[in-house]
């Protein structure tokens, strides 16, 4: 039997096992594309990613990888995607009387610029591209060509909290394990939680279906990073938008910025009046914000180390008389040694990981890691604990007196819809707000080199009461091309010249909602429109954002709308300010899902209270995204840390 500390111990009743379901199909045992698929595939990726400079040529290498990834985020995906391929095989048959890859390489470009600006075929050509410049410019031999370099580090020093981590898959103990608090994820909900109530005295289990990570492994590989630290996912609707989450310990504050806004107090003054209640507003959250600052050391970002875009948003927004500001970061000793969404090579990010798990580990907790929570363990109508499976198919019980889910907001509501539970109000999986992300660079005569400097460490704030944040986001060399949309020829232009280039993101707060269901394999689907108020308000911050470039000084100005526009002059750049843009237009991403079973004190439209706890399952609190009521208008992780905080006073309050 597995020795743990304080009143974390296994119960001394054996229970019978239920048969584990077959898991997933290894991506080996996978569809492959069949053989005039793959001609098709090559021929356009090598047309997407022709070489020149520095610039390698895409080659079987980059297809294999591309179509590796792609299986491994769902079985049949990439099959589908190989087909886009066939569909410009045959356009150019049509056009040109030849398949693609048929054609010289001057025709396969003359279409390439055709298809890109056509309004039908664009956002076709860039999901096809997509993983091929992902995959591509992630390739050691292509990333190290263009003068980037993996992070290596050897022969980390042992922590002392190791010994309480304890890998599911090599678990054998069939005895059920007993705590007084069961905690479901490690994020910015989950891991606060458990820290906040190890400390006062509660014996307390995680449980986390991602490994521990540490900064070794944080090498700054693109492909490592999403098919390792992330949790995929696609917004379908009236626009494709791809949606990230951490899946690791640490969740997604171990794989973000560490960009730390408080939540803006118009948001809480409207949660309270939606909730009719004052315990959320500004005077009421004050403490629960210092206590995390304090914690993670929030501090604005060094100078010295956001580099000169810093000069380039100053000289833009004070041309224009707008407000900008040094960004929050909960980094201290941060020299911008890296791009922050991979990892944190140096640790110098206080991600959760770092200032939540350990100092719970010291206090006694426990951490199950690569166990996926199956089910919530229910006796005489209340939750009394979680049953998880782990890769190798063995099933753990973890039993508690609190059960505190924490996965995030697309695999909550997820988990609660596969069990049926907590649903009487209909609501779990709905009310879904994304923050859609969309994008600007410039090229200026100066030498940026962004990819050296604190990706998101400086912005402008002027447009933010409108839904509106501006900030730099200077991407690594290896992921800046795959978030432009331009291919051939333009694109080996643009990465030729990215030291040139300064990177922007623009943030909206979306008014459209959106929902999670569970496909037929399982898996998660948001469905997800964006409202036409949301279009207007993204085209608006590319605009705002683009005059921040042409004041500054800017030669050419590239918002990433499909189509691969490029404006060379002030004149040119009207063209687009003047514009109505079609939602399918813009390349949105989004980090930040909310909402999809929030608080209330309704329960027929919410899913929990004010305190945190299911209103129709006793003893299971949900403490993440999910509960947030969005849009917030800024990065969520300050928000959700600080409500967490909250949440352990109340879940504390109730175990007594």
Known sequence: MLEVPRSVRTASTKVSRPTVSASAPHPADRAPIDPAAWRSALALAEAIIPGGGAVRRADEETLRLATDMLSHTHAYLAPIWSRAAIVFDHLAIAQSGHRFRNLPREKQQ??????????????????????IKLVHFDRKDVYEGLGGRLNVVNNLEPVRWASQVIDASSYTDEEDVECEVVVVGTGAGGAVVGRELAERGYAVVFVEEGRLVRRDEFTGSSMKAHQEFYRGAVALGNAIMPVFVGRLVGGSTAVNGGTSFRTPPWVLDRWCEEMHTDELGPSAMEPYFERVEELLQVQPADRRFIGKIQDIIARGCDAHGWSHFVIQRNAPGCEGSGFCDFGCRTDARRSTNISYVPP????????????????????????????????RGNTIRVRGKAVVFAGGAVPTPLFLLRQGLCNSSGQVGRNLTLHPSAGLAAVFDEVLDGRKAIPQGYGCDEFVKEGILLTAAQPDINYGPMVTPF?????VEIVNSMSHMASFGILASDHGT???VADRDGIAALQYNLAKEDVARLHRGVVKMGEICWAA????????FTGGHDYRSRAEWKRFVDRTPRVSELLLTSYHPLGTCRMGTDPKTSVVGLDHETHDLPGLFLVDGSTVRGPLGVNPQLTIMAIATRAADKIAQKLG
């Open 110 to 131: 003359a279409l390439l610029s055709r298809w890109s600006r056509d309004p039908a075929l664009s956002s076709l050509l860039g999901a096809f591209s997509f993983p």
């Open 360 to 391: 719970a580990l010291e206090k006694g907790a426990m951490l199950f890691t690569k166990l996926r929570a199956d089910r919530v363990l229910i006796e005489g109508g209340r939750a009394v604990g979680i049953e998880g499976v782990s890769p």
């Open 514 to 516: 959106g929902r999670v």
């Open 487 to 491: 291919v051939g020829d333009d694109l």
């Open 553 to 560: 000084g800017a030669k050419r100005v590239l918002p990433a």
